[in-house]
């Protein structure tokens, strides 16, 4: 395992020092997951793409003047729902901007005339909808949360999410991709992320790569997340991300971080978070992702055979079939997983409402896979 000062002088590693470093990231990722990759068959729904945030790097977020903008209704959950059941999904990912009616009157007025005063209220409800209507499991992905929307969201959650993204408070400042953006303070990410532990939730971090930030800073989001996981026990898997170009953005021209620093991210990453935590890059996002795999990740994430990626909406989703041929011929198994991990299941099970455990436990029966004998350290 690496630590900080060790990871900080890595930060220029290339050619036969990366592939040393690789491969003691491998190494790794083969003796706590095995020749196993896994997978969630997903479907997304982005319940709002209004936002108070404003990052110059999103195309999700639509100002509530533009035409695009929109709350869904409860019936067209409900839709996207039943289409995801049809084509074997399990999981159902809820991704939404952060706290618009706290900015903008329209998204106050939209969410009044659906009967609720915040968006996390509302989210709470259908999140409670599809558990009880569905085979799907929610996760919830609502970016900073409070103590009290967290209890609000947990009965009905089986996992929840949050991108720590990065901790430099330097991108906060103006001229910078998080300037005037309350919700992508670091400091009250690192609270949610506590939050979170102390009530026991699942949940799911990363970091952004590619927005400005430095190395040192990847390394600080790195040990932050590591350590709050040494505290409490619940992050359950990382995900490494690369920034992405898109048109109409702010930073439609600035570059895209290399296949070269992206493997030198994820080899890092592996060495310095706990083994136990799954360590994932979106496949969509770089045309060469099957080389991610000699940097030590074991996960693909959210794939969904249904829906867009509606944050990166110009990348397509592999083909399930195709990822798993691929997978294959670089010598490991593509297995599908829940949005919740099976430790949480057998061992952790205070981590989860019972009715939600109950449920997800019996899903975890169904997908009949072997991905739990090398899941939780069990090889």
């Known amino acids: ?53 404003t990052c110059t790097y999103c195309t999700f977020v639509k100002h509530p003047s533009s035409p695009e903008a929109h709350i869904m209704t409860p019936s067209q959950v409900m839709q996207t729902a039943r289409s ?3 084509t074997g999904c399990k999981e159902l990912l809820f991704s939404l901007g952060e706290k618009p009616e706290l900015r903008y009157e329209h998204a106050k007025s939209a969410l009044a005339a659906l009967g609720y005063d915040t968006m996390i209220g509302y989210l709470a409800d259908v ?74 939730v699942p949940f799911t971090t990363g970091l952004l790569i590619g927005i400005g930030e430095t190395w040192g800073e990847r390394i600080e989001a790195l040990e932050a997340i590591n350590a709050s996981h040494a505290r409490y026990g619940h992050i359950q898997e ?5 920034f992405q170009r898109k048109p109409g953005i702010s930073m439609e021209n600035s570059p895209e971080p290399s296949l070269t620093d992206m493997l030198r991210t994820l080899a890092v990453a592996r060495l310095i978070l706990s083994p136990d935590i799954s360590l994932q890059a979106p496949p ?88 739990a004998r090398h899941i939780g350290g069990v090889l």
Not at 5 to 28: P, Y
């Open 127 to 200: 999140c409670e909808m599809v558990l009880q209507e569905t085979t799907l499991l929610p996760h919830v992905n609502a970016g900073t949360l409070s103590d009290d929307e967290i209890d609000q969201l947990r009965p009905y959650a089986a996992s929840m999410g949050m991108m720590l993204e990065t901790t430099s408070k330097r991108l906060m400042k103006k001229g910078q991709p998080h300037y005037g953006c309350p919700d992508k303070s670091p400091l009250q990410r690192l609270r949610t992320l506590e939050r979170a532990g102390q009530k026991k």
């Open 284 to 371: 969509n996002l770089n045309e060469r992702h099957i080389e991610y795999l000699n940097a030590g990740i074991n996960d693909w994430g959210g794939i969904s055979p249904v829906t867009i990626d509606f944050i990166n909406p110009q990348h397509r989703w592999p083909v399930i079939e195709e990822l798993a041929k691929s997978t294959q011929l670089a010598g490991q198994n593509l297995e599908e997983r829940l949005t919740v991990y099976p430790s949480y299941l057998t061992e952790k099970t205070e981590f989860i409402n019972p009715d939600v455990l109950s449920k997800s436990q019996g899903l975890w029966e169904k997908i009949g896979t072997s991905t």
């Open 238 to 242: 990382v995900i490494i991300q690369n």
């Open 1 to 53: 395992m690496l630590t900080a000062d060790q990871a900080r002088h890595l930060g220029n590693a290339r050619g036969s020092d990366l592939r040393d470093l690789m491969q003691q990231a491998a190494a790794v990722k083969r003796q706590y997951w095995g020749e196993t990759v896994t997978y969630s068959r997903k479907v997304f729904v982005p319940l709002t793409n209004m936002c108070r945030d």
């Open 84 to 86: 995801g059941e049809k």
